[in-house]
């Protein structure tokens, strides 16, 4: 059958079809092909997103994403470099470049950006992260707990100096965490907080989606993509910054010689219908998920149509067209 809904909003996209928005020698030209594939896709808009790297790197990737002002960039997601520098938690972000939390350093780069970071994924653990939490919120930059091996007490901390989201919940984390408690648990039961959520089959199994929708609810559950270079290519070798990732034939992406994920290949059609297949719930209650709540979080409004075929029987989303 055929249904309506407003354009996508990913708060998450490391790049997309080929173009990665963390190489060096990003161009606008690259970006635009990078959004209009996006677009093709359902998603009218986005944050692109920066990992951890040098500074010197995401300065010239933020310069060249703030200068754009394409409609389809709703602002910038800094992920990193305020992250836990340990195995496992750091997942795909390079070692040598994660460091402390701090105002200045946050400040360079938000003037490198031009004022366009409006999303920011930190670690509570990091040095200084609690402080900056506290001015990133008075500033009205929205803050992530992610990356992170925290203990309770210091997740608490961070949700009461104004943290309002958990990026991609279940992943960003130690491969063994304790039974109870863990950083996974306590983000789920924050009634503050909103979760996002990878769902493409790999990030996280059908039953942990389902359980984490339940406990966090449709209105506090945001779909992301999480994508990576090789979103929308055949398998392969691809790019994330300075780390070589492999796409399989799976659609499985990954660290060379390591269970680490690397991003993703999801979209979020897929997502949507992943979602609605693994969690029994409607698409009419999965549609927001992937579009008004994402834009409501940060403030600002979806743009745009876009028509589809769903298969409820098949669980299959495809999108037609994109109108605005």
């Not at 979760?195 to 984490?212: C, E, F, N, R």
Request: hydrophobic share 45%; proline share 8%.
């Amino acid at each position: 059958m055929t249904i309506e809904l407003p354009g996508l909003f990913d708060l998450q996209v490391n790049g997309f079809g080929g173009i990665d928005f963390n190489a060096a020698g990003l161009t606008p030209e690259n970006v635009e092909l990078a959004l209009g594939r996006l677009r093709r896709a359902g998603v009218t808009r986005c944050l692109p997103t920066l990992i951890t790297s040098s500074f010197e790197q995401f300065a010239a990737s933020a310069r060249m994403l703030s200068r754009m002002r394409h409609p389809a960039i709703a602002g910038i997601h800094m992920e990193g470099p305020y992250i836990s520098p340990e195995d496992g938690p750091r997942g795909a972000h390079p070692y040598e470049h994660v460091r402390p939390a701090s105002l200045d350093d946050f400040n360079r780069r938000q003037e490198a950006a031009d004022g366009r970071i409006v999303l920011v994924t930190l670690a509570p653990e990091v040095a200084g992260a609690v402080p900056l939490i506290e001015r990133l919120v008075e500033s009205g930059v929205r803050v992530a707990i992610g990356h992170t091996g925290a203990e309770p007490p210091l997740i608490a901390d961070a949700i009461s100096a104004g943290a309002t989201l958990a990026t991609h919940l279940g992943n960003g984390c130690a491969q063994l965490l304790p039974r109870h408690p863990n950083a996974i648990w306590e983000l789920l039961a924050a009634d503050s907080v909103l979760a996002t959520l990878i769902v493409d089959g790999h990030h996280l199994p059908p039953s942990t989606v389902k359980t984490m929708v339940r406990a966090k609810g449709p209105r506090r559950s945001i779909l992301i993509s999480d994508a990576v270079a090789a979103a929308g290519c055949p398998p392969g070798t691809y790019r994330l910054g300075g780390v070589t990732a492999v796409l399989d034939a799976r659609g499985r992406v990954s660290l060379p010689g390591s269970p680490y994920l690397a991003g993703s290949a999801l979209t979020l059609d897929r997502a949507m219908a992943n979602t609605v297949m693994f969690t029994g719930l409607s698409i009419e209650d999965v549609i927001p998920m992937a579009s008004t709540i994402p834009a409501e979080y940060v403030r600002t409004a979806t743009v745009g149509r876009v028509s589809a075929e769903w298969d409820p029987e098949r669980a299959v989303l495809d999108v037609r067209s994109v109108s605005e």
